[in-house]
């Protein structure tokens, strides 16, 4: 079984040139200039299947390292199963994502890992990992890292945020980096400063500040900076590699950028919302509209001018990789937890379906270039979480997860026009794309045909992970 797509554009982080691919099997097999008959000169001939992809693109299948199928978070599930929202991933041109298994205090990494397992196997669209979220750092769950290293589970999330539910204490934090610094995983970090929010929503509530605009203005960025730093010095002490997810204060990242230029292993990403949306424009919509906006880290003001930072720090690479913290919640039922009290409306926006065009848009805005939008969403991610030689580029011997991209075309998002994601609104209501996901492959088969889904639940395999390849 044989593909060639041909007549495209091939990108990379490097490069972008008109080159044809040939697919056998699973894996691609030859990239061939223009002319180049050194394989025949009639390919299309012998081809099982040829896809025309003449004035397009034709870039790696996006990589999608912070997803939360089925998380349970305050009381309720996010809405997207692993069948769900692997296929709305599908649809939008991601073909790997990386979730994260939890573990709470008290309970046992290994089982829990098994839980995600048995959530995961059998209904993913594309192919998947997991990171496993440490919620009780002791002597039990350290001794676990070391096993899920060897499982292929090679980064380990702790939360500065959520005081009794997943906050580590800093000297736990030290411990999880040292066994980290021993071990060879990454630790990823969601550096808010929890117990000082918790004090700013209590205070909020009580003077009757009970709208959704207030989980942002009670999250200022002074939280994030404080706990961006707190995490990069406990890292430094130990030398562990220190991923930091969702980043929207361009205060937090520049604490980020001066220790990256100090040499030390530190990483940040960023997701399209915070590149996108804001405080003023969607959080404070009237009565409880907002509540489709909260997460956290929260969407921050307009006025305080994180947006163009926030790509100029992509441009720069001090930002390394967007993912989505796909996390969504229905607004019946889930973001109304909260009306009344915005501290209970589950955190989270579903994005996973959209990364890979709200990026390109920046391409066509002028934020970043072509090559920069298959490193920051596919290229890096896979190298930053040992996947590459496999993900992350079209190239002979990688898996043939594969995306034709039409840069002529147009995407017009919204709950009735694309939306894929098993959520009753869209946190993207209204946004167009100069740019459209045709075709997606993944492992050499055609999932995403036009407007045509072929893919299958149980088509994604789980991805034994290994240590970053990103490491300087
Ligand atoms: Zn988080
Ligand atoms: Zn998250």
């Not at 996010?78 to 991601?94: C, K, P, Q, V």
């Not at 980043?247 to 990256?260: D, F, G, P, W, Y």
């Not at 305080?304 to 229905?330: G, I, K």
Request: proline fraction near 4%; hydrophobic fraction near 40%.
């Amino acid at each position: 079984m044989t593909t060639l797509i041909r007549g495209g554009v091939v990108v990379g982080p490097v490069s972008a040139q008109p080159m044809d691919v040939l697919v056998d099997g699973e894996k691609v097999v030859a990239l061939l200039a223009p002319g180049d008959a050194s394989l025949g000169s009639d390919l299309a001939a012998t081809a099982t299947r040829v896809i025309d992809a003449t004035g397009k693109y034709v870039v790696p299948g996006g990589v999608d390292c912070h997803t939360h199928m089925e998380l349970p978070f305050g009381g309720t599930f996010a809405s997207d199963t692993f069948e769900t929202g692997t296929r709305a991933a599908a649809w939008g041109g991601t073909t790997t994502i990386i979730d994260f298994s939890v573990q709470k205090q008290g309970e046992r990494v290994q089982d829990c890992l098994a839980a995600w397992h048995q959530k995961a196997d059998g209904n993913c669209a594309i192919d998947y990992g997991f990171h496993q979220v440490i919620g009780g750092v002791d002597s039990e769950s350290l001794k676990a890292m070391d096993e899920l290293v060897d499982e292929g589970v090679t980064t380990f999330k702790l939360f500065m945020a959520y005081p009794g539910v997943f906050l580590s204490s800093d000297g736990q934090i030290l411990q999880a980096m040292q066994q980290a610094s021993h071990n060879g995983a990454m630790i990823m970090m969601h550096a808010e400063n929890g117990s000082a929010i918790d004090v700013l929503v209590a205070q909020a509530l009580a003077e009757g500040k009970t709208d959704p605009k207030y989980h942002s203005l009670t999250r200022p960025w002074e939280t994030e900076a404080e706990a961006t730093n707190r995490a990069i010095m406990l890292a430094r002490l130990t030398g562990a590699p220190l991923y930091i997810v969702h980043m929207s204060a361009k205060q937090a990242v520049a604490v980020l950028q001066a220790n990256k230029d100090e040499g030390w292993n530190v990483f940040g990403e960023t997701c399209p919302q915070y590149l996108y949306l804001s405080l003023e424009d969607q959080l404070s919509q009237p009565g409880f509209e907002g509540a489709k906006w909260v997460c956290s880290t929260p969407l921050r003001a307009k006025a305080e001018h994180h947006q163009d930072e926030l790509w100029r720090y992509l441009r720069t690479n001090d930002l390394s990789v967007v993912s989505t913290d796909h996390c969504p919640f229905c607004f019946k039922e889930q973001k109304e937890m909260g009306l009344g009290d915005f501290s209970k409306i589950p955190n989270g926006i579903g994005s996973v379906e959209h990364r890979m065009d709200l990026i390109f848009q920046g391409v066509v805005n002028g934020n970043i270039s072509l090559e920069r939008w298959v490193e920051l969403t596919s290229t890096t991610p896979a190298r930053m979480f040992g996947l590459y030689g496999r993900k992350g580029a079209v190239a002979p011997g990688f898996d043939a997860d594969i995306v034709v991209y039409d840069p002529a075309g147009r995407t017009e998002i919204g709950l009735h026009k694309t939306h894929h994601m098993n959520m009753d609104h869209s946190a993207w209501e209204g946004f167009t794309i100069d740019g459209h996901v045709d075709t997606v492959l993944s492992r050499g088969r055609v999932i995403v045909d036009g407007n045509e889904y072929l893919g299958a639940k149980g088509d994604g395999q789980f991805l034994k992970r290994g240590l970053s390849q990103y490491l300087i």
